[in-house]
């Protein structure tokens, strides 16, 4: 108890050292990643700010949650600028000398050492699969996506993420403007929605463990139970739909009656409803299955609820 107490008063008091002692001498105390800790400071991004607040792209990181001095677990509470760039002493003294950590042009530094600046403090939560994931066996740099030096990221707006991604994911970009489509053009849904980008236990990047689990988040009333379950619908959504985009309506890989006849294509009216045989009993051909087939009368397709819904009709 006395001894917690000295402790917690201690580390208080280091903070405080942390916050607004000489630089250096935060860097030797500051409960930080070895990486960081071994900075020899070149005196607080002030001294930088000298020679680059005139680049409005450069002081626009001031604008954001990096630039927080007094949260002792961001960057400019810890070694300012340097904390990202490495140790620059050399470049305070000749600029022809580099940062040791560049993150973009002709001289910047291997994805590892970038990527090692900035899981030394985000290898949490959301980035708990990084290692291992699609984006990190293929190179990818967390600065392939996101933006520092901005006041707000946009990689991290609804809006402004489908682009970038897109860069990339040319396939997606044309299944999102196709006829039917999620709202991600829109911005109405985004990728990182159903995606996380760093890693993930389920197949594809997906935020839950199968698709299925994806789409519920969303569309609850799909997950049933119900009464009368539809087989392909508790297996996989995507049995019948594309997840960005397709040319049939409501996301339909094909259009019913195709659709459904590539599992029920046994005889009776399933197999010709167009021709009219047999449609539940009749012997004339029914104009509703000819013109909007197999869902004019099975529409609860995903499952029903009602005592007499057997053949999902109800
Ligand atoms: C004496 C002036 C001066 C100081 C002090 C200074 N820089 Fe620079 N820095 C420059 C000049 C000039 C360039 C080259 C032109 C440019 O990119 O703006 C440069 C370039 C850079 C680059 C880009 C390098 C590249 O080739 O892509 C980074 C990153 C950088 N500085 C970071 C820092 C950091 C971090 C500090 C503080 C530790 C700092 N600078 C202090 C003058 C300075
Ligand atoms: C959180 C990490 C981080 C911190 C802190 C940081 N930078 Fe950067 N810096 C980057 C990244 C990443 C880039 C690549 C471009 C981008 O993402 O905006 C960059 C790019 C630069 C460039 C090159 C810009 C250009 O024109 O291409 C300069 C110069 C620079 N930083 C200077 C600084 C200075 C000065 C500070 C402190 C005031 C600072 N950086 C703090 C991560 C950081
Ligand atoms: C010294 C620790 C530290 C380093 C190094 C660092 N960050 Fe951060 N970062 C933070 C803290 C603290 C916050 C604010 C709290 C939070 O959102 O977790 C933050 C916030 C962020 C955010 C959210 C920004 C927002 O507007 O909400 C992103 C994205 C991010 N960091 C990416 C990066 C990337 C990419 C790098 C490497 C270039 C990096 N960080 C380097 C500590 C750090
Ligand atoms: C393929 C693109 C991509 C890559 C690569 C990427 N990110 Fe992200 N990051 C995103 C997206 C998209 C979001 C927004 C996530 C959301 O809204 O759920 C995000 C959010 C974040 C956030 C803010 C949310 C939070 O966790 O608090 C941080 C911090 C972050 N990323 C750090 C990193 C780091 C560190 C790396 C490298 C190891 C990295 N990112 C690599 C796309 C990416
Ligand atoms: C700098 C290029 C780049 C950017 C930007 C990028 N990706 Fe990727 N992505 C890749 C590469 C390369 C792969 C692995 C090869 C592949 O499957 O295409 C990949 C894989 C994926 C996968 C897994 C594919 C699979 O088959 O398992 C998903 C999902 C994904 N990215 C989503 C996103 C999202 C969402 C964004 C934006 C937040 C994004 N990517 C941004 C390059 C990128
Ligand atoms: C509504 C949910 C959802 C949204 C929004 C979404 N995706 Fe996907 N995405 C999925 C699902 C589900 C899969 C798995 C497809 C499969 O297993 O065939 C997938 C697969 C992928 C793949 C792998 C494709 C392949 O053929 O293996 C990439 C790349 C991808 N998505 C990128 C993106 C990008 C980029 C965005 C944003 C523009 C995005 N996704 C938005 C649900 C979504
Ligand atoms: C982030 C929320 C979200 C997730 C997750 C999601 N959806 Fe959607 N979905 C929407 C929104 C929003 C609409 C558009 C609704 C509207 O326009 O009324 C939509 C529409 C649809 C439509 C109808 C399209 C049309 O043209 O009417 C289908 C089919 C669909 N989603 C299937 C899926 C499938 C399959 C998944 C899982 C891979 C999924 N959704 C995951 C939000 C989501
Ligand atoms: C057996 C094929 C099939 C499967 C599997 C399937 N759907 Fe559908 N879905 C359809 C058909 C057909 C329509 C169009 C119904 C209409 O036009 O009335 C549709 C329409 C939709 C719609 C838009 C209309 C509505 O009912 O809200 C959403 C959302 C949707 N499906 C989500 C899902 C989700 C989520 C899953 C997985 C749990 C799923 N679907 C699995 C065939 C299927
Ligand atoms: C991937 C295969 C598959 C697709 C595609 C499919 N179904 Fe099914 N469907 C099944 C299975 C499996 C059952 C349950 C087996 C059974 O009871 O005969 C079933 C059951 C049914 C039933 C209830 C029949 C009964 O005897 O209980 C109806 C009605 C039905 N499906 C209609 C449709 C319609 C309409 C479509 C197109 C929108 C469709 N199905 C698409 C596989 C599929
Ligand atoms: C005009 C309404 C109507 C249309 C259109 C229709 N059905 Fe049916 N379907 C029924 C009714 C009613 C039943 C109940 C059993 C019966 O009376 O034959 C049924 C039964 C079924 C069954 C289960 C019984 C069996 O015969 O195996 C399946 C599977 C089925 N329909 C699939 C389809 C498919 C696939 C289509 C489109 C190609 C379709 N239905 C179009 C009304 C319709």
């Not at 403090?121 to 933006?147: I, V, Y």
């Not at 890989?253 to 539940?280: D, K, T």
Request: proline share 7%; aromatic share 4%.
């Amino acid at each position: 108890m006395y001894k917690t107490l000295i402790i917690a008063f201690i580390s208080a008091l280091m903070s405080v050292v942390v916050q607004y002692g000489p630089t250096a001498q935060a860097a030797e105390m500051t409960p930080a990643t070895p990486d960081h800790a071994a900075i020899t400071s070149a005196g607080g991004p002030e001294a930088c700010l000298k020679c680059h607040e005139t680049n409005p792209k450069v002081v626009s990181i001031l604008a954001t949650p990096h630039a927080m001095k007094g949260d002792k677990n961001a960057p400019f509470g810890q070694n300012g600028c340097e904390t990202c760039h490495g140790s620059s002493t050399a470049h305070v003294e000749s600029r022809k000398n580099l940062p040791s950590v560049l993150f973009a042009g002709p001289n910047k530094s291997s994805v590892e050492a970038r990527n090692g600046q900035c899981l030394g403090c985000h290898q949490d939560n959301l980035r708990m699969n990084w290692q291992g994931s699609q984006h990190e066996t293929n190179d990818k740099a967390c600065t392939d996506c996101h933006t520092i030096h901005v006041a707000k990221d946009p990689v991290l707006v609804k809006a402004t993420q489908p682009e970038l991604c897109f860069t990339c994911h040319a396939e997606q970009r044309a299944d999102a403007n196709k006829f039917s489509h999620h709202p991600i053009v829109e911005g109405k849904v985004t990728c990182s929605d159903c995606h996380n980008p760093h890693g993930s236990p389920g197949p594809k990047l997906l935020k839950e463990f199968t698709v299925n689990e994806t789409c519920y988040t969303c569309h609850m009333e799909k997950r049933g139970p119900m009464l009368f379950e539809h087989e392909p619908v508790r297996e996989n959504c995507l049995t019948c739909h594309s997840p960005h985009g397709t040319t049939q309506a409501r996301l339909l890989v094909e259009r019913p009656p195709y659709l459904c006849q590539e599992c029920h294509a046994n005889s009776g009216h399933q197999a010709q409803p167009i021709a009219g045989q047999n449609l539940a009993g009749q012997t004339a051909a029914n104009v509703r299955a000819m013109a909007k087939g197999c869902v004019t009368c099975h529409s609860q397709i995903h499952g029903s609820n009602s005592p007499n819904g057997t053949f999902l009709t109800r």
